[in-house]
């Protein structure tokens, strides 16, 4: 039925054009972005500011100005892409190959190993680059945890590394509750907290690019073996019978979601619903072929969370903590696609 499904929804042209759609969408909030703010800049000035970048155009513009979309919003907006692209084909992903539709980036315990590294790093007194580091370096040790659980049982089923997934994230989140217990509640503790709640606000551009290379290659791995995660939605012995080395791309699969996943959180912190909602959203957009969905989570997870960084530095003259923003947004969001597909659920 699934084959049948997936030919259907490939035959149906208007999804290449939701795909285009959603990317030049992209490039317009983007380009909405670097003009909101305390001080706005029209559109024109902030297109010939970039463009002054590549070539000798005649200065209209403040030096001011130019700073301001170079040293602060681009960066931002930059991180934003990237974080929201990259916990949209996670979540994508991940739902393809554990065929649960309830799964969510953070499932094999990388946001809560991010964390205590962070953590850890904070109460080292290290600079925002090293918590970076530090919050990296925790995602990717957790997920090594939990992918060597099954090996120790001799059981490489996906049950077996869910349950991993929650027993390392339950302990890594006693480990982070020790951490805040003993950590400074004048400085230490609020940095920690407003850490996990997700922020884009300090956020340069040499930050962005130290996750660019990893995260560029892992999105293009799991574009290139997109239709194989099709194949393994089928189930491990259809996926087999149909010739698919299950280990080998389920690992590949895995390995590049998770430093997707880690890049993302250490450059954020935790951001939630973008990686669970996303997916559902582009599903309903050009059916379940993931080699449809895979392309199209990128952009409308780009889009999302640029949406939701620009409401958070807006809004308020303050900054509003971005998990605070996709819960308040993704929450409902889901709840009306539950209901859009209500009469499918039985």
């Given at each position: 039925?699934?084959?049948?499904?997936?030919?259907?929804?490939?035959?149906?042209p208007?999804?290449?054009?939701?795909?285009?759609?959603?990317?030049v969408?992209?490039?317009?909030?983007?380009?909405?972005?670097?003009?909101?703010?305390?001080?706005?800049?029209?559109?024109?000035?902030?297109?010939?500011?970039?463009?002054?970048?590549?070539?000798?155009?005649?200065?209209?513009?403040?030096?001011a100005m130019?700073?301001?979309?170079?040293?602060?919003?681009?960066?931002?907006?930059?991180?934003a892409?990237?974080?929201?692209?990259?916990?949209?084909?996670?979540?994508?992903?991940?739902?393809?190959?554990?065929?649960?539709?309830?799964?969510?980036?953070?499932?094999?315990?990388?946001?809560?190993?991010?964390?205590?590294?962070?953590?850890?790093?904070?109460?080292?007194?290290?600079d925002?680059?090293?918590?970076?580091?530090?919050?990296?370096?925790?995602?990717?040790?957790?997920?090594a945890i939990?992918?060597?659980?099954?090996?120790?049982?001799?059981?490489?089923?996906?049950?077996?590394?869910?349950?991993?997934?929650?027993?390392?994230?339950?302990?890594?989140?006693?480990?982070?509750?020790?951490?805040?217990?003993?950590?400074?509640?004048?400085?230490?503790?609020?940095?920690?907290?407003?850490?996990?709640?997700?922020?884009?606000?300090?956020?340069?551009?040499?930050?962005?690019?130290?996750?660019?290379?990893?995260?560029?290659?892992?999105?293009?791995?799991?574009?290139?073996v997109?239709?194989?995660?099709?194949?393994?939605?089928?189930?491990?012995?259809?996926?087999?019978s149909?010739g698919?080395?299950?280990?080998?791309?389920?690992?590949?699969?895995?390995?590049?979601?998770?430093?997707?996943?880690?890049?993302?959180v250490?450059?954020?912190?935790?951001?939630?619903?973008?990686?669970?909602?996303?997916?559902?959203?582009?599903?309903?957009?050009?059916?379940p072929?993931?080699?449809?969905?895979?392309?199209l989570s990128?952009?409308?997870?780009?889009?999302?969370?640029?949406?939701?960084?620009?409401?958070?530095?807006?809004?308020?003259?303050?900054?509003?903590?971005?998990?605070?923003?996709?819960?308040?947004?993704?929450?409902?969001?889901?709840?009306?696609?539950?209901?859009?597909?209500?009469?499918k659920?039985?």
């Amino acid at each position: 039925m699934l084959i049948i499904e997936l030919k259907r929804t490939n035959n149906q042209p208007w999804q290449l054009g939701a795909i285009l759609g959603t990317g030049v969408l992209t490039v317009a909030l983007s380009l909405t972005a670097l003009c909101l703010g305390r001080y706005e800049l029209s559109i024109i000035d902030v297109v010939k500011i970039l463009l002054s970048a590549f070539w000798d155009l005649q200065q209209t513009w403040t030096d001011a100005m130019a700073d301001v979309v170079f040293q602060v919003r681009l960066p931002r907006v930059f991180a934003a892409l990237l974080v929201g692209a990259g916990l949209a084909i996670s979540g994508t992903t991940y739902q393809g190959i554990f065929k649960n539709p309830l799964v969510s980036p953070d499932l094999l315990g990388v946001s809560s190993g991010a964390c205590v590294g962070a953590a850890m790093a904070i109460l080292n007194g290290l600079d925002a680059g090293g918590i970076q580091i530090c919050a990296l370096l925790g995602g990717l040790l957790a997920v090594a945890i939990t992918t060597t659980i099954p090996k120790l049982l001799r059981n490489s089923s996906n049950l077996i590394l869910v349950l991993a997934g929650i027993i390392v994230a339950g302990f890594m989140s006693s480990a982070l509750g020790l951490l805040k217990y003993v950590a400074d509640p004048e400085t230490q503790l609020p940095e920690i907290v407003f850490w996990q709640m997700g922020s884009l606000a300090t956020t340069s551009m040499s930050d962005v690019m130290m996750i660019v290379p990893a995260m560029l290659i892992s999105m293009a791995l799991l574009i290139a073996v997109r239709w194989r995660i099709n194949i393994l939605s089928l189930g491990d012995e259809e996926a087999g019978s149909l010739g698919i080395n299950i280990r080998v791309i389920r690992g590949l699969a895995i390995v590049c979601s998770t430093v997707t996943t880690a890049c993302a959180v250490c450059i954020s912190g935790t951001v939630g619903w973008i990686g669970l909602v996303v997916p559902h959203l582009c599903r309903m957009l050009v059916g379940p072929d993931n080699t449809r969905v895979i392309p199209l989570s990128i952009f409308v997870g780009a889009s999302f969370m640029l949406v939701v960084d620009t409401v958070a530095r807006t809004v308020t003259s303050g900054e509003i903590p971005l998990s605070i923003l996709t819960g308040f947004i993704g929450a409902p969001l889901y709840g009306w696609l539950l209901f859009k597909q209500r009469m499918k659920i039985k």
